[in-house]
T-cell receptor
Framework: GAVVSQHPSWVICKSGTSVKIECRSL??????MFWYRQFPKQSLMLMAT?????????EQGVEKDKFLINHASLTLSTLTVTSAHPEDSSFYIC????????????FGPGTRLTVL | AQSVAQPEDQVNVAEGNPLTVKCTYS??????LFWYVQYPNRGLQFLLK??????LVKGSYGFEAEFNKSQTSFHLKKPSALVSDSALYFC????????????FGSGTRLSIRP
C-alpha cells in the first residue's frame, strides 16, 4: 500500500516552546491530508483537514492559532504546536488521501509529543 | 450523519480459532467502509476496504470482511487467528463524496492467546 511518513516519531519539549511535525506522502500526491490526535486507549480525533495551497479546515473546538497547519506541496503537510503546554502531550497522527489510485486514506506512524 | 459502532471493547480468541470483530455503520447513501489495525505506539495500517462489488472483501494478513447492507454491518473476520494479530482494530466509514470525512469507530482490542 501507499506510504505516509511522519517526522519526528517522538519529541520531548519544554512548556512554552513550539514543535513542528512533518507529514509526507512518499509515493503519491495528496491534495488532502488530515491531522488526528489520539489519547491513550481512545479512538482518533480529527483535528483538521489540510488542503494543498489553501487554509486548513479545523474541527470544532480545535484552536487554529495553537495548531498551525501548512500544506505547501502535494506531498508535505506540517503541524506546528505553538506555545506547547503539558495538556498538549498526546499522540499525533497524520493521514493522506490517495485520490488518484485507491481513494483510500493512509496513515503515518504517529508522533508522540511530551511537553514537560 | 455518519457513524460507526464497534460494540466490543475487547475480543479474546485462542490461536488457531476463527475470529470476528464486529462493526455496524450508519451513512446516507452508499458507504465506503474500511478496516485499519494499530499496533502499540504506531499509526494505523490499512487492512481492507469495501466500495462496491462483491460483499466479501479480502485484505492484508489473511483478513476479510463481509458487507451486509440489510444489517448495515461490516464485520472483520479471519479463519485462523495468530498471536501476532493481537492489536487494536478500527472500523471506519466515509460517504461517497470526495469531501466526506472518514469517521472511526471506538476501536476493538483483539487479544490472541497462544
Amino acid at each position: 500500500g501507499a506510504v505516509v511518513s511522519q517526522h519526528p516519531s517522538w519529541v520531548i519539549c519544554k512548556s512554552g516552546t513550539s514543535v513542528k511535525i512533518e507529514c509526507r506522502s512518499l509515493d503519491f500526491q495528496a491534495t488532502t491530508m488530515f491531522w488526528y490526535r489520539q489519547f491513550p486507549k481512545q479512538s482518533l480525533m480529527l483535528m483538521a483537514t489540510s488542503n494543498e495551497g489553501s487554509k486548513a479546515t479545523y474541527e470544532q473546538g480545535v484552536e487554529k492559532d495553537k495548531f498551525l497547519i501548512n500544506h505547501a506541496s502535494l506531498t508535505l503537510s506540517t503541524l506546528t504546536v505553538t506555545s506547547a503546554h503539558p495538556e498538549d502531550s498526546s499522540f499525533y497522527i497524520c493521514s493522506a488521501r490517495d485520490t488518484g489510485r485507491t481513494d483510500t486514506q493512509y496513515f503515518g506512524p504517529g508522533t508522540r509529543l511530551t511537553v514537560l | 450523519a455518519q457513524s460507526v459502532a464497534q460494540p466490543e471493547d475487547q475480543v479474546n480468541v485462542a490461536e488457531g480459532n476463527p475470529l470476528t470483530v464486529k462493526c455496524t455503520y450508519s451513512v446516507s447513501g452508499n458507504p465506503y467502509l474500511f478496516w485499519y489495525v494499530q499496533y502499540p505506539n504506531r499509526g494505523l495500517q490499512f487492512l481492507l476496504k469495501y466500495i462496491t462489488g462483491d460483499n466479501l472483501v479480502k485484505g492484508s494478513y489473511g483478513f476479510e470482511a463481509e458487507f451486509n447492507k440489510s444489517q448495515t454491518s461490516f464485520h472483520l473476520k479471519k479463519p485462523s487467528a495468530l498471536v501476532s494479530d493481537s492489536a487494536l482494530y478500527f472500523c471506519a466509514v466515509r460517504g461517497y463524496s470526495s469531501a466526506s470525512k472518514i469517521i472511526f469507530g471506538s476501536g476493538t482490542r483483539l487479544s490472541i492467546r497462544p
